[in-house]
């Protein structure tokens, strides 16, 4: 799982059918001293979390598998809100 914060949302007209009623979240990974400026996603999110939100992201066939259908093609999925973020003792995040 990775840590990332929603930084925009993408809308698509046509998708695959597994994709469907499925939102789909541009979201960026939070490095290891703690700002969010990693690597950008294209994710589904069946939680539906919103802009500025701080997201747990799965990745891979398992996690979209168990949200989108067997025959799905994503690969990225929220799997939680987070609420609060500790890092080293310290909290650095807290909704």
Known sequence: MKVCKVIGKANASLKHQGLSGIKLLIVQEMLKEGSFTG???????????????????????RASAQYCGPDSVCDAIVVAILDHL????????SK
Do not use: Q, R, T
Not at 41 to 61: K, Q, R, T, Y
């Open 39 to 61: 690597k950008v996603h294209l994710c589904a999110d069946p939680m539906g979390a919103g802009n500025g939100e701080i997201v747990a992201v799965s990745m891979g066939s």
């Open 86 to 93: 500790f890092l080293n003792e310290k909290e650095i995040y």
